[in-house]
């Protein structure tokens, strides 16, 4: 409900995940890599 327009990055190269509501996240707190936007499927 509240997770409606949340979306879900990913880093390219260490595949850390983080959810964001409507911010850019674009580097990797991790490792420092680009993130990428990853398409929620519902399941
Ligand atoms: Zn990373």
Do not use: I, K, P, Q
Request: hydrophobic residues 35%.
């Amino acid at each position: 409900m509240s997770l409606a327009n949340a979306r879900e990055y990913e880093c390219v190269r260490c595949g850390f995940r983080e959810v964001a509501d409507d911010a850019l996240l674009s580097t990797c707190r991790r490792c420092g890599s680009e993130m990428r936007n990853v398409e929620r499927v519902c399941d």
